[in-house]
């Protein structure tokens, strides 16, 4: 087959019926543009096998679809495949998606692969089949957040003069270097894959690449003695080179790991043989390969603990490894914490999450004047406006131009009238779209991962999400997603996504204002019904209904 290369149009020429249709194609062409998806050529966008259309069969009906689509219908998306169009109103979401839902019993991963194989279903991960990824730059807020967070729980504030170790340098493990070196740490990422590496290099993300152990060992530590920001990426497998690290008695500050752990047969490449020995394994024998991946991350988190036990801080960073590690016979996987109920819950409790949004315009200038914006909305928040300074310095834009901050309740739909102000007053050149990441208060069913640990227990607990996508769906977002199965493999989550346009039109102020409110105050009612009392004030402060607590 032909290799197919997809950039979304950029300017202020429409090429569907309104601009909702027009961003819902632009954002889906976004997450295939080369710069952005880790593996475009099959359809994906990040996360081991997370897709953004199930085939170019669909991909292109998709498109198609979406040029016809009037404004007042709607896209009915099942798991990356057209299924309908229904005549619904203009307030509607123009898309609405379902991706890689199987009924509980089935929800295997074996299942899973065997519905896929016909043709019948694709994984969407959470941004991938919802068409919101925007690269690496996705995630760096986040690591940023959780290196700050360890940073001032372990580290007096700081990480500089600290060692960070990590393996996974993919779609959003990629984002670990930079985040690592904005806090100011010694870092050493290992990944087996050198195109992953060579990427962060390209995009600025990562300082330098090596293929030879002492020569990584050396530079961080060099770099760690001298209280020196570096990364440094080294092509290795974390089956083989964690253990030799060990045995050297080189211990690490902060331990951690992005690779693709949750899906053992296309995201875990396991030890002992090269790169291209793995992926002709995958191909020949899957049975195999999965069961050496699983072999592999026995020892990955074996010597993930062993580090812990020598004094490493130590955290999973949400791809199921220690899920995957127990059940193949770790039994203490789990005596390493996982990084929400360790850093993030608490933010989780004010609404806060992963704001981002794109520029359709293509134009890197309108990204700089929505930054102004932010800063100017939001001046007596130190963190946020040194973030925003320095994602414009450091971020390189993959595809559209795009920015993330974390923002809370009122915070993002004061932001959203703002981005719609900005747009109507033609201080930027085209809408703008705004849209999260899956991982956030209130959108996510994780026990592994965003709902561990909850305070009531009730970490399996699934109708928030679904809660969310219906009344994101009610209030008028551009395009709603339900997911299963995204971050930590299928079987293990539930969860859901929405987008928004800012197009500049009074109805669009007007859908901002209640997704933007709905949103983050699904994330303090989540929170507020598990017990934890920061929500509880939250839902007192800012008058949020909860007929049980707040009378
Ligand atoms: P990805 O598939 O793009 O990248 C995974 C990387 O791991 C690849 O570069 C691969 O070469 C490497 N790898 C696989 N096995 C390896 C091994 N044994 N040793 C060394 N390197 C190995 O995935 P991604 O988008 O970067 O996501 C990584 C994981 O993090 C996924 O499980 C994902 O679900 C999870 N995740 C976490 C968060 C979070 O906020 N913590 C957010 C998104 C994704």
Redesign the pocket.
């Known amino acids: 087959m032909t290799e197919r290369i997809i950039k979304a149009p950029t300017g202020t020429k429409l090429t569907c019926k309104g601009w909702v249709q027009e961003a819902a194609m632009r954002m889906l062409m976004n997450n295939l543009d080369p710069e952005v998806a880790?593996r475009p050529e099959d359809l994906i966008v990040?996360?081991?096998s997370g897709k953004a259309a199930r085939n170019w069969e669909s991909f292109d009906a998709i498109v198609k679809t979406l040029k016809e689509l009037n404004n007042d219908e709607t896209l009915l998306i099942q798991s990356g495949k057209p299924a309908a169009v229904f005549r619904t109103h203009e307030n509607a979401p123009r898309v609405i998606i379902s991706n890689s839902m199987l009924v509980p019993d089935w929800a295997t991963w074996d299942e899973f692969r065997r519905l896929e194989g016909l043709g019948l279903t694709m994984y969407g991960?959470?941004t991938a089949g919802s068409w919101i990824y925007i690269g690496t730059q996705g995630?760096l807020q986040?690591t940023y957040e959780t290196f700050a967070a360890c940073a001032d729980k372990y580290f007096n504030g700081s990480l500089s003069g600290k060692f960070l170790l990590t393996?996974?340098?993919?779609?959003?493990?990629?984002a670990q270097p930079l985040a690592a070196t904005m806090n100011g740490a010694a870092f050493l990422g290992?990944?087996?894959?050198p195109s992953?590496i060579q990427k962060r290099l390209d995009t600025g993300y990562i300082d330098k690449m090596t293929y030879d152990l002492d020569e990584a060992l050396k530079l961080t530590l060099e770099a760690k003695e001298n209280k020196q920001a570096l990364s440094v990426g080294l092509v290795?497998?974390?089956?083989d080179v964690l253990p030799e690290i060990l045995k050297r008695d080189i211990i690490p500050d902060i331990v951690t790991d992005?690779?693709?752990?949750?899906d053992t047969l296309n995201?875990?490449?396991p030890?002992g043989m090269s790169l291209q020995e793995a992926l002709n394994l995958r191909k020949q024998d899957p049975e195999k390969y999965i069961s050496l991946a699983k072999k592999?991350i026995v020892e990955?988190v074996r010597a993930l603990l062993e580090f812990q036990r020598r004094g490493a801080v130590a955290f999973d960073?949400?791809?199921?490894i220690r899920g995957e590690a127990k059940e193949n016979g770790v039994e203490n996987a789990f005596d390493i914490p996982g990084?929400v109920p360790e850093y993030i819950r608490p933010l989780f409790c004010d609404g806060k999450g992963p704001f981002r949004w794109a520029a359709l315009s293509g134009d890197p200038e309108d990204i700089y004047v929505t930054d102004q914006a932010v800063i100017e909305a939001f001046p007596e928040d130190k963190k946020l406006v040194r973030w925003i300074e320095m994602a414009g310095k450091k971020v390189h834009f993959q595809g559209l131009p795009a920015r993330i901050c974390w923002l809370g309740y009122g915070e993002r739909a004061k932001m959203g009238k703002i981005f719609n102000k900005l747009v109507a007053e033609r201080k930027v050149k085209a809408p703008i779209v705004i849209g999260r990441d899956h991982?956030d208060c209130g959108s996510v069913a994780s026990p592994n991962r965003e709902t561990e640990g909850m305070k009531d227990g009730s970490d399996a607990i699934a109708d928030w999400p679904v809660l969310n996508a219906l009344l994101n769906a009610i209030g008028g977002a551009s395009w709603v997603s339900v997911h299963h199965g995204?971050?930590?493999g299928i079987g293990k989550s539930i969860h859901a996504g929405m987008v928004i346009v800012a197009d500049g039109t009074p109805e669009a102020e007007h859908r901002l204002e209640r997704v933007l409110t709905y949103d983050p105050g699904m994330g303090i009612v989540r929170h507020a019904d598990a017990g934890y009392e920061r929500a509880i004030e939250n839902a007192l402060k800012f008058n949020i209904n909860i007929p049980m607590i707040n009378k």
């Open positions: 880790e990040y996360g081991g991960q959470m995630i986040g393996a996974g340098l993919g779609g959003m493990g990629g290992i990944d087996v894959d992953r290795g497998n974390a089956g992005q690779t693709s752990a949750h995201g875990y490449v030890m592999t990955h960073y949400g791809n199921n990084f991982l995204g971050g930590v």
